[in-house]
Structures are given as structure tokens and as C-alpha cells.
């Protein structure tokens, strides 16, 4: 076989075809264990040896799949339990693998009894079939691998040798899906289309940088300025009018060939044949269209979020700058009023006693001073903005001009708004008609966008539609066609025809899927809570209701004192270990490295590979950067550490090695002391950015820097099994059903805790529907308002 068509090392190959010294329990049970007609064939042989070496060679044949000459070794727990179901001793094994045709002639036996065969050229057609499949899906070495030994296990085939065949298989059914792939995409593009994708890695076209460099250029900060380069990017890719049919290539497929299309750089694009150098491509701008429209989403999003923010400091600043005057103003009103109420007392002439007070020169000034510092009576920061309109006015016409907006019902008089506004753009007009659309216009912003005669501020009337604009996008109600993370809500569902094909099928939801009778059972077990609540509140420990005001009182602390010092203890009896040994010993427990495939070659690090890995995970994992690791690891470059990173350290890699780590310690015999994995709680931890970020914001909270915050949720067992960066100002009650769906552990998470900031009812609601209990600790749930549902 040529060497391009060995997809793994030999070691790799062997841990293929041994058994497993860890094999899992469920293997255990579903391959290992005899079944009464198992025992009956079994026991058909005469002599202890015979019968143990046809009970093996069986068991091999079911798990890992290959004959028994394939499987060189058996280890001793696994020949233990295979003899103890047939009551012989384990080591009378070496007697049957001295006997070559004894072994033939069983492996004959047991193809006619359990209906085995062997492979041959019709099941290499359909293997090879089935791989083209799965490879339109994912180009994973390993997933591919693992999917013929399935299918062929399936078909009850004896598997074939790794080498020669499977890995044969999977190389040449990778590359047919790939260059079907490849060659759709390449087909659906003009030869105009093909020239504009060469001069995108053209190195001539500038002299600087290459116009693919430039469209993976992406701003650090959030402004008009910024929001317009995002736009100038997203108006070239359109240029390029890439209307592909992108629904008969799998998502999975066209993520894969879009990161490779993000690492690779132009002059290595420049290397690829026509079809692959194009799908890549593509595949990658189609995605960074994506992109960059979810980007000037979020920088207008930020804008108004600073416009309003930069509102409420002025007031503040305002009112910290005038508060002397305004209070010396409040003392001078106060005399004149107290002279006031004096003259009227004692019928004395009401200016001779004012001017005993204040000269009537002063007076005047007073009050002249007293107009400038006064603010409305119902004022607030909104009265603060129209001076910003200008600033809004750098990037808003060429949002509401290069970006196309979708809306439900609910949303049409704003719609409607934002046509007038786009309208009043293009002809230049400085007035808002009288007709335009105020349906849209909040309260709060209506004593600005209207005067005392009723016409409109157009200043007023332009924020006040794109700050809703902004408040509806993030809602739902309003989509953005092209986004990804703003698209329209119904392409988050699944269609119609599908749920009813599930719905008969049995879902996975864990409610009735009956909508009254699933209301009826919900009121019924709430109103059953509250009545034995009711009836036992007097007796209940810790629980209060006091002139209709629930109270709990705080739960003391249920670890002694003495085991502080205990813990203390025994840290000092653990040894002192380099963490790169750490990292290392781990690695070597749970293989968790071999997860980290390279984007391009899906090849696992082998040799120094994985020292350049351990390296990179510790330089970003500890954060003190790739430069300063490669001058503490002299035989590892910064170069190589970058490479790794770039190519090995993906979103998804990172997912699947952390689900690797946490299912290792979940096996542990120690972690069930603390917990069997069922139950689970999520919180926040900002992290300081001190560069300049998109993602990056204040919080008052914190102080005044910059930062991000990783959502992180921990098992019972202490495990951290899913994390995500979040902005610090967002609501972390976004982000609790996504750690519970889209972790990849093995942990069965039954209840799920909080704070007050990942509670809505919305994820109660949806946490109900996925069988999970959700339990969040409330701050202030004295304060706190409970409704049942209304009874007929």
C-alpha cells in the first residue's frame, strides 16, 4: 500500500486490535458475557482448553471484531471472566494456543453457528459506500476508521487486516467524498467567479498585504469606523456573488473546510489544485460573510449601549458639577420664601422684606442661573442625546442601507420606520412626514421625539428607531438576513414535516406532549405543592411566612472547622511535580493529546508533537503567552508552539478533550465521594483583558477595566465539563441551556443550580421540557412575586 494511504502508526493500529485492559462495563456485558444458548454451544467441546479457547475466540470475534491469530493477547482479567462463566480455569488457555488447526476448525464452527463470514470484494464495495457517506460528513481519520469497524461489525464480517484494507478503505473513500465535494463547489462557480477568487491570495494584487489578509483583518474596538470596514469587507464578498447551493453539503463538512480556509495562509492556497483551492475557499467566505454580518450587528449593538451609557454619565457628571449651585439656588428660593410667608403673616409689603434679604439685581441673576441649571421636571439622560446624533449619523445610514432586516407582526411599525428613515437617507430631506410610523416609539421616548405641537424631532425619531431596532434584534423579533447568530427564529425549529415524522417516532422531551392535558398536570402538581406547603409551613425547618413575606433563613456551614486542617495535611503529604510531568502523566492516562487533530492532515500529535502541544496548552492555559514559554523551553520554538495553535487548538478539540478529562476522573472510584455526576451548577469568572477587544467591556461592578467572563459549569464531582466566554455585561441565564445540551461528557446531569443571574423563566421553563430540574438560589425571593396559574 503507498505510504500516503497509512493513516496510522503501528502503535495505533495495535490499540485497535487489543482488547482493552479498561474495557468498559457495558462492553463487558453486551460482548463478553454467554448468553444460555452461548453456554450450550460452548460446552459442546470436549476438554477445559477447547472450551475456553472457542468461548475467546467468540468473544473476539464480537469485540474488537478480528480472529483470534489478529488478537495477539489476551489480557488476564478478561480471560478470567470468560472462564469463570464456563466454570474452567483461566490457565488452561496456553495449551489451546498451541493448537493451530484446533483453532481453524472453531473458527469455522462459528461462522455457521453465529452466522459470521469473511470479508470479501462486494462487502469492500459497500464498506467503501457507506464511507463516502460518512465522509460527506466528517474527513476524521479516526471517526472513519471507527465507522467501518461498526458497519462491518454490523454485517457481522470478520474484520479484514487494518493496514492493508481498512485504512485502504477509509484513504480512498475520504478522497472521493472530498473531491465530490470539492468539484460540486468548483462547478457552481463562473469562470468571472474563479479569476476574483485567484487575485483574493493574488500577493501582487497589493503590495502590502493580499485581499484575503484583508478580509481576515478583524477591528479590536467597537466604532463607527470600525462598523463601516466591516461593511466595506462584507460589500467586496458580495461582489462576488457566491449563490451556492450549499444544502446538499453537510454543515460539519463545510465548518472543516471553512477553519481550513481560516488557517491556511494565501501562498499555501496558492499550492492546492483548482477544485480544492476553490471549495476551501468558498466554504471560508461563506462563513466569514456570516460573520462579519454578526459583527456589525454587535458593534451597533455596543454603540447604542455606549450612547446610552455615555447619557447617564453626562447626567451624573452634570448633576455632581451643579450640585453646589442648585443648592445654594435651593437656599436662596427657601429665604425668598420664608419672606415670603412672613410678609403674608403680618401684611407687610412683600418686596421691601425680599429685599432685606437678596438685592433685587441679585434676585434676577438667581433666577436667570436657576433656568440654565433646571432639567425638566420629568427629566432623564434621553434629554442628553440629541448632540450625539451626529456621531450615530458616521455609520447608521450604511446600516440600515447595507443590511437587510426581517420582522414578525409585532414589529411592522418599526419596519415600517426604518424605510422612512432609509428613504429620507437617499432623497436627502431633512423633515420626518407627518404620516411616518410612532407606533414603534417607546413611552420614554416620546416626550422627545414629539414636540408640544406634535411634529416629530427628527434627531429623536432616528435614535429612538434604532435604539428599538437594536432592542429587537436582540429579542428575536427582528432577524438579520445572512446572520448567523441573528437569524430568523423559525430556522432554529425544526419544520414542520420532521416534527410530526419525530413526533410518531417518540421524542425526547420529558413532558406530554398533549399541550392540555401537560398545562392540567402542572397546575395540579403546583397547586398540590402549595396546599402541603400550607399545611405543614408551621412545622417546616428554616421556612417562615411572616404578614405574607416568605422567609429562609441562611443555611450554616456544614464542614467543621478541623477539617480545614485536615485538608491542609493532606496537601502537604502530595509531591512536588513539574506540571509539564503533570500534563505528560495525564496525557498518558487518557489520551486526551490525541484528541488535538491537526485541521488539515486529521492526524493525532505524534513523538515531539506532543511535547509542542503540552507547551502551547500551558502558554495559553496559564497565560503567560507563547514567547515567554519558548524562552523557558529552549528546544521548543515559538514558531512551532504558534503552528500547533493555530492548527491543533480548535473550539472543537478543546470540547472533545475536556469531555475526555472529566470522563476519565467520572470513572474514578474516589469522585463518587463527592458525587455520582447527576446534579451540576454554572457560574461566572471575569478575566481582565488588557488589550483592545471587541469582546472586552466594563462593568461597574469590577471597577473600571476592561473584561470578559467565562461561564463555567462543575459537576457534583468537581469537574469542570463545559465553559464559554460570554460578555461580562451579558445575562448568564442566555447560556444555561447551552452547558447543559452541548457538553460531550458522559455525566448524566439531573439538576442544575445558579444565582439570581442564570434564573428566567424562560429557562425554567425549557429545562422543565428537557427533563432537567432546575434549582437557582434567589436573592431577595422575600421580595419576590409568585403567581399560579388561573382555575375555572
Same mark, same amino acid.
Given at each position: 500500500?503507498?505510504?500516503?494511504?497509512?493513516?496510522?502508526?503501528?502503535?495505533?493500529?495495535?490499540?485497535?486490535?487489543?482488547?482493552?485492559?479498561?474495557?468498559?462495563?457495558?462492553?463487558?456485558?453486551?460482548?463478553?458475557?454467554?448468553?444460555?444458548?452461548?453456554?450450550?454451544?460452548?460446552?459442546?467441546?470436549?476438554?477445559?482448553? &477447547?472450551?475456553?479457547?472457542?468461548?475467546?475466540?467468540?468473544?473476539?470475534?464480537?469485540?474488537?471484531?478480528?480472529?483470534?491469530?489478529?488478537?495477539?493477547?489476551?489480557?488476564?482479567?478478561?480471560?478470567?471472566?470468560?472462564?469463570?462463566?464456563?466454570?474452567?480455569?483461566?490457565?488452561?488457555?496456553?495449551?489451546?494456543?498451541? %493448537?493451530?488447526?484446533?483453532?481453524?476448525?472453531? =473458527?469455522?464452527?462459528?461462522?455457521?453457528?453465529?452466522?459470521?463470514?469473511?470479508?470479501?470484494?462486494?462487502?469492500?464495495?459497500?464498506?467503501?459506500?457507506?464511507?463516502?457517506?460518512?465522509?460527506?460528513?466528517?474527513?476524521?481519520?479516526?471517526?472513519?476508521?471507527?465507522?467501518?469497524?461498526?458497519?462491518?461489525?454490523?454485517?457481522?464480517?470478520?474484520?479484514?487486516? =487494518?493496514?492493508?484494507?481498512?485504512?485502504?478503505?477509509?484513504?480512498?473513500?475520504?478522497?472521493?467524498?472530498?473531491?465530490?465535494?470539492?468539484?460540486?463547489?468548483?462547478?457552481?462557480?463562473?469562470?468571472?467567479?474563479?479569476?476574483?477568487?485567484?487575485?483574493?491570495?493574488?500577493?501582487?494584487?497589493?503590495?502590502?498585504?493580499?485581499?484575503?489578509?484583508?478580509?481576515?483583518?478583524?477591528?479590536?474596538? !467597537?466604532?463607527?469606523?470600525?462598523?463601516?470596514?466591516?461593511?466595506?469587507?462584507?460589500?467586496?464578498?458580495?461582489?462576488?456573488?457566491?449563490?451556492?447551493?450549499?444544502?446538499?453539503?453537510?454543515?460539519?463538512?463545510?465548518?472543516?473546510?471553512?477553519? =481550513?480556509?481560516?488557517?491556511?495562509?494565501?501562498?499555501?492556497?496558492?499550492?492546492?489544485?483548482?477544485?480544492?483551492?476553490?471549495?476551501?475557499?468558498?466554504?471560508?467566505?461563506?462563513?466569514?460573510?456570516?460573520?462579519?454580518?454578526?459583527? $456589525?450587528?454587535?458593534?451597533?449593538?455596543?454603540?447604542?449601549?455606549?450612547?446610552?451609557? +455615555?447619557?447617564?454619565?453626562?447626567?451624573?457628571?452634570?448633576?455632581?458639577?451643579?450640585?453646589? !449651585?442648585? &443648592?445654594?439656588?435651593?437656599?436662596?428660593?427657601?429665604?425668598?420664601?420664608?419672606?415670603?410667608?412672613?410678609?403674608?403673616?403680618?401684611?407687610?409689603?412683600?418686596?421691601?422684606?425680599?429685599?432685606?434679604?437678596?438685592?433685587?439685581?441679585?434676585?434676577?441673576?438667581?433666577?436667570?442661573?436657576?433656568?440654565?441649571?433646571?432639567?425638566?421636571?420629568?427629566?432623564?439622560?434621553?434629554?442628553?442625546?440629541?448632540?450625539?446624533?451626529?456621531?450615530? %449619523?458616521?455609520?447608521?445610514?450604511?446600516?440600515?442601507?447595507?443590511?437587510?432586516?426581517?420582522?414578525?407582526?409585532?414589529?411592522?411599525?418599526?419596519?415600517?420606520?426604518?424605510?422612512?428613515?432609509?428613504?429620507?437617507?437617499?432623497?436627502?430631506?431633512? +423633515?420626518?412626514?407627518d404620516d411616518a410610523p410612532i407606533d414603534f416609539v417607546p413611552k420614554r421616548w416620546q416626550k422627545h421625539v414629539f414636540d408640544e405641537e406634535g411634529n416629530i424631532n427628527r434627531h429623536y425619531y432616528e =435614535? $429612538?428607531?434604532?435604539?428599538?431596532?437594536?432592542?429587537?434584534?436582540?429579542?428575536?423579533?427582528?432577524?438579520?438576513?445572512? *446572520?448567523?447568530?441573528?437569524?430568523?427564529?423559525?430556522?432554529?425549529?425544526?419544520?414542520?414535516?420532521?416534527?410530526?415524522?419525530?413526533?410518531?417516532?417518540?421524542?425526547?422531551?420529558?413532558?406530554?406532549?398533549?399541550?392540555?392535558?401537560?398545562?392540567?398536570?402542572?397546575?395540579?402538581?403546583?397547586?398540590?405543592?402549595?396546599?402541603?406547603?400550607?399545611?405543614?409551613?408551621?412545622?417546616?425547618?428554616?421556612?417562615?411566612?411572616?404578614?405574607?413575606?416568605?422567609?429562609?433563613?441562611?443555611?450554616?456551614?456544614?464542614?467543621?472547622?478541623?477539617?480545614?486542617?485536615?485538608?491542609?495535611?493532606?496537601?502537604?503529604?502530595?509531591?512536588?511535580?513539574?506540571?509539564?510531568?503533570?500534563?505528560?502523566?495525564?496525557?498518558?492516562?487518557?489520551?486526551?493529546?490525541?484528541?488535538?487533530?491537526?485541521?488539515?492532515?486529521?492526524?493525532?500529535?505524534?513523538?515531539?508533537?506532543?511535547?509542542?502541544?503540552?507547551?502551547?496548552?500551558?502558554?495559553?492555559?496559564?497565560?503567560?503567552?507563547?514567547?515567554?514559554?519558548?524562552?523557558?523551553?529552549?528546544?521548543?520554538?515559538?514558531?512551532?508552539?504558534? &503552528?500547533? $495553535?493555530?492548527?491543533?487548538? *480548535?473550539?472543537?478539540?478543546?470540547?472533545?478533550?475536556?469531555?475526555?478529562?472529566?470522563?476519565?476522573?467520572?470513572?474514578?472510584?474516589?469522585?463518587?465521594?463527592?458525587?455520582?455526576?447527576?446534579?451540576? !451548577?454554572?457560574d461566572g469568572m471575569r478575566v481582565p483583558v488588557g488589550v483592545s477587544s471587541l469582546h472586552a467591556d466594563a462593568n461597574p461592578h469590577y471597577g473600571t477595566g476592561k473584561g470578559a467572563t467565562i461561564y463555567?459549569?462543575?459537576?457534583?464531582?468537581?469537574?469542570?465539563?463545559?465553559?464559554?466566554?460570554?460578555?461580562?455585561?451579558?445575562?448568564?441565564?442566555?447560556?444555561?441551556?447551552?452547558?447543559?445540551?452541548?457538553?460531550?461528557?458522559?455525566?448524566?446531569?439531573?439538576?442544575?443550580?445558579?444565582?439570581?443571574?442564570?434564573?428566567?423563566?424562560?429557562v425554567f421553563g425549557l429545562s422543565h421540557l428537557l427533563g432537567f430540574r432546575f434549582a437557582p438560589r434567589l436573592r431577595d425571593l422575600a421580595d419576590a412575586k409568585l403567581y399560579i396559574p388561573s382555575i375555572?
Open positions: 500500500m503507498a505510504r500516503g494511504k497509512e493513516l496510522l502508526t503501528p502503535d495505533e493500529r495495535l490499540e485497535y486490535i487489543r482488547i482493552k485492559p479498561n474495557i468498559s462495563e457495558w462492553e463487558l456485558a453486551t460482548y463478553y458475557t454467554f448468553t444460555d444458548h452461548d453456554i450450550d454451544v460452548i460446552n459442546r467441546h470436549r476438554r477445559d482448553h &477447547n472450551r475456553l479457547g472457542f468461548a475467546v475466540q467468540l468473544c473476539t470475534l464480537r469485540y474488537p471484531g478480528w480472529s483470534l491469530a489478529d488478537v495477539k493477547e489476551i489480557s488476564a482479567p478478561i480471560l478470567s471472566y470468560i472462564a469463570k462463566q464456563i466454570n474452567v480455569d483461566p490457565e488452561v488457555f496456553s495449551l489451546y494456543a498451541q %493448537r493451530e488447526p484446533t483453532r481453524r476448525e472453531h =473458527m469455522e464452527e462459528i461462522r455457521q453457528e453465529y452466522s459470521y463470514r469473511n470479508f470479501a470484494i462486494r462487502d469492500y464495495r459497500s464498506c467503501s459506500h457507506h464511507l463516502i457517506n460518512c465522509a460527506q460528513e466528517n474527513v476524521n481519520t479516526t471517526f472513519l476508521i471507527n465507522s467501518a469497524i461498526e458497519y462491518l461489525r454490523k454485517q457481522k464480517i470478520i474484520l479484514p487486516a =487494518m493496514q492493508r484494507t481498512i485504512e485502504r478503505m477509509v484513504w480512498e473513500s475520504r478522497n472521493r467524498a472530498e473531491q465530490r465535494i470539492f468539484k460540486f463547489i468548483s462547478n457552481s462557480l463562473t469562470e468571472w467567479q474563479k479569476e476574483k477568487l485567484d487575485i483574493l491570495i493574488d500577493l501582487f494584487e497589493k503590495k502590502d498585504k493580499t485581499p484575503l489578509a484583508w478580509l481576515r483583518e478583524m477591528p479590536g474596538k !467597537s466604532s463607527p469606523e470600525a462598523f463601516l470596514k466591516i461593511i466595506k469587507k462584507l460589500e467586496y464578498l458580495r461582489e462576488l456573488k457566491l449563490s451556492i447551493n450549499i444544502s446538499e453539503i453537510h454543515p460539519t463538512r463545510l465548518i472543516q473546510l471553512s477553519r =481550513m480556509g481560516a488557517r491556511y495562509e494565501p501562498y499555501s492556497l496558492r499550492r492546492f489544485k483548482e477544485d480544492k483551492r476553490y471549495a476551501i475557499l468558498v466554504a471560508y467566505l461563506l462563513n466569514l460573510s456570516q460573520d462579519l454580518i454578526d459583527l $456589525a450587528i454587535e458593534i451597533h449593538d455596543r454603540q447604542i449601549m455606549i450612547l446610552q451609557s +455615555k447619557g447617564r454619565k453626562t447626567q451624573e457628571e452634570m448633576q455632581k458639577q451643579n450640585g453646589k !449651585s442648585v &443648592n445654594e439656588k435651593i437656599i436662596h428660593f427657601a429665604d425668598i420664601g420664608s419672606a415670603l410667608i412672613k410678609a403674608k403673616a403680618e401684611g407687610l409689603d412683600p418686596f421691601t422684606v425680599i429685599e432685606k434679604i437678596m438685592p433685587w439685581d441679585h434676585i434676577v441673576a438667581s433666577v436667570e442661573e436657576a433656568k440654565k441649571l433646571a432639567r425638566p421636571m420629568d427629566y432623564d439622560y434621553l434629554d442628553l442625546l440629541e448632540t450625539k446624533f451626529n456621531y450615530l %449619523r458616521k455609520y447608521t445610514p450604511t446600516l440600515l442601507s447595507a443590511l437587510e432586516f426581517r420582522s414578525a407582526k409585532s414589529s411592522e411599525s418599526l419596519m415600517k420606520a426604518i424605510d422612512v428613515i432609509r428613504e429620507i437617507n437617499v432623497s436627502g430631506k431633512r +423633515k420626518v412626514p =435614535m $429612538a428607531a434604532l435604539s428599538e431596532l437594536r432592542n429587537q434584534i436582540r429579542s428575536g423579533d427582528i432577524f438579520v438576513v445572512g *446572520s448567523r447568530q441573528h437569524k430568523d427564529f423559525d430556522d432554529y425549529l425544526v419544520s414542520k414535516e420532521e416534527w410530526e415524522i419525530e413526533r410518531s417516532l417518540g421524542t425526547r422531551l420529558a413532558v406530554n406532549m398533549n399541550v392540555d392535558e401537560f398545562l392540567k398536570e402542572r397546575t395540579e402538581s403546583l397547586l398540590a405543592r402549595l396546599r402541603m406547603i400550607s399545611e405543614n409551613v408551621d412545622g417546616m425547618i428554616g421556612v417562615s411566612i411572616n404578614k405574607d413575606r416568605i422567609h429562609l433563613e441562611r443555611l450554616e456551614k456544614s464542614v467543621p472547622e478541623e477539617a480545614k486542617d485536615f485538608s491542609l495535611s493532606l496537601y502537604k503529604m502530595l509531591p512536588l511535580i513539574k506540571l509539564t510531568d503533570l500534563l505528560m502523566e495525564v496525557a498518558n492516562w487518557t489520551s486526551f493529546d490525541e484528541l488535538f487533530t491537526h485541521a488539515s492532515t486529521g492526524r493525532p500529535p505524534k513523538g515531539d508533537e506532543k511535547a509542542v502541544l503540552m507547551a502551547t496548552l500551558m502558554a495559553l492555559g496559564t497565560n503567560i503567552g507563547l514567547s515567554k514559554m519558548a524562552d523557558a523551553t529552549p528546544d521548543i520554538t515559538y514558531h512551532q508552539m504558534a &503552528n500547533t $495553535a493555530q492548527w491543533r487548538l *480548535s473550539d472543537d478539540a478543546m470540547l472533545r478533550a475536556q469531555a475526555t478529562l472529566v470522563n476519565f476522573h467520572h470513572k474514578l472510584n474516589l469522585s463518587s465521594y463527592w458525587g455520582d455526576g447527576s446534579t451540576s !451548577s454554572s463555567r459549569f462543575v459537576s457534583d464531582q468537581f469537574s469542570t465539563f463545559y465553559t464559554k466566554v460570554i460578555n461580562t455585561n451579558a445575562r448568564d441565564a442566555v447560556h444555561v441551556i447551552d452547558g447543559l445540551l452541548h457538553h460531550e461528557t458522559d455525566l448524566s446531569i439531573e439538576e442544575h443550580y445558579t444565582d439570581t443571574a442564570g434564573y428566567t423563566d424562560q375555572n
